[in-house]
């Protein structure tokens, strides 16, 4: 039964840990990118910001450790107490970490005008994740099956800790060895390691509920291998030997087209919500054969793809499953069909289209700027249709009359 616009109240957002973690992240989804989107008109426009940061920067820290978190905590809060056997946490258990979350933002945002904001801000969402970390742990590492994928996103939770840290390192000391840490265990410490442990699990699990005669495949050594690989690649990089990348790349980018074909994607599309997932997951085959190439390409002397094989990643595989993820996880937990809908259907679509139009700004030099204006414009309308369908669902009663 659709519930009345009149029972919209703020109260629902304590409801359950999804709905307080999602709403800010939906909110996150475009506050994060209206800087970057003013950077790159003034650039079109042959104007300049005053920035106290180097734009690149704060694109990185905003886009990287301002969106997912959000939506990896009210997930893995959702669904970690599950595959351990713990049931629904206790409500309100997770409100205190959640307003550190909300307050330091606020900080982190309210520097853009007041750097002496900025790293104060830093230290209380770095209270608030450390907390987090802390009231999971005991569930993550608690004995039982469910512990091959707990433990790891766990650990991954705790490395993007450590790259939130380097961030507050650039912003005290303006070392630029600190950011380009942050960035690189924030992609292969942190999130690559928490949406493919997600993907092993939920993919499969997912796809035999919906899928006749589909027998889930999932074995462990595919996510030590992937995980393997992307601290491997991390290291790499952070030892100067990016050039040598490929080593784990290539047989990465094998095993995910593996993976991708292994967990049916054709046939993934006779339930849309449930393709959304494998599209997304799709994107990490493409964006790690790019990878490898770029390293291929440097060990023998010459630059290729730029930043392509990042964006890639990141609006390809990161943003697409999220997406998928995070809409699932709204509708079955407010009590509504799990169905994608015509528009979250075609918002699948687009966010794929952002992420081909900022790819080509890397290789089309000539219409680089024009290309890279609507590719976060894109994103903005985007993500404005998709925050206009599901942040209400977070400010009412489920539908089906039951707690959460």
Request: glycine letters at 10%.
């Amino acid at each position: 039964m659709k519930q009345s616009e009149s029972t919209l109240h703020p109260r629902w957002l304590l409801a359950a840990p999804h709905r307080a973690m999602f709403f800010p992240g939906a909110v996150q989804l475009l506050l994060a990118m209206l800087p970057w989107a003013a950077e790159m008109v003034a650039r079109l426009t042959g104007q300049s910001l005053p920035w106290a940061w180097p734009p690149a920067w704060w694109h990185a820290l905003l886009a990287l450790y301002g969106i997912f978190p959000f939506f990896i905590f009210g997930f893995l809060l959702t669904a970690m107490p599950r595959w351990q056997g713990y049931g629904d946490l206790p409500t309100g258990i997770f409100v205190r970490p959640w307003a550190l979350l909300i307050a330091g933002w606020g900080g982190v945002y309210a520097s853009l005008l007041l750097p002496a904001l900025r790293l104060p801000g830093m230290v209380v969402v770095f209270a608030g994740w450390a907390w987090l970390l802390v009231m999971m742990a005991p569930i993550a590492f608690r004995a039982g099956n469910g512990r091959l994928h707990a433990v790891p996103a766990w650990l991954a939770t705790l490395a993007g800790l450590m790259g939130w840290c380097a961030w507050m390192g650039f912003a005290a000391t303006g070392d630029g060895a600190w950011g380009r840490a942050a960035v690189e265990l924030g992609v292969w410490g942190f999130l690559l390691p928490v949406f493919f442990t997600v993907s092993h699990r939920m993919i499969p699990f997912f796809s035999s509920a919906v899928l006749s005669d589909y027998v889930a495949f999932r074995p462990p050594w595919a996510l030590f291998m992937m995980l393997g690989a992307a601290l491997g690649h991390g290291l790499l990089v952070l030892l100067g030997e990016s050039q040598l990348t490929w080593l784990v790349d290539l047989p990465a980018a094998g095993l995910a087209v593996f993976l991708t074909v292994r967990w049916g994607l054709v046939r993934s599309f006779e339930v849309h919500l449930l393709a959304m997932l494998h599209l997304g997951f799709m994107w990490l085959g493409l964006a790690l054969a790019l990878f490898g190439v770029q390293s291929l390409a440097a060990w023998q002397g010459n630059a290729l793809l730029g930043l392509a094989p990042l964006h890639a990643l990141v609006i390809g595989m990161f943003t697409v499953t999220a997406l998928g993820m995070v809409s699932r996880v709204t509708l079955g937990h407010s009590g509504q069909a799990l169905t994608a809908d015509p528009m979250t259907w075609r918002l699948c679509w687009a966010v794929q289209a952002v992420a081909v139009l900022r790819i080509v700004g890397e290789l089309w030099l000539a219409a680089q700027s024009a290309l890279l204006v609507l590719a976060v414009l894109g994103w903005l309308v985007v993500f404005g249709f998709w925050a206009k369908r599901y942040m209400p669902v977070y400010l009412r009663p489920r539908a089906d009359g039951r707690p959460g």
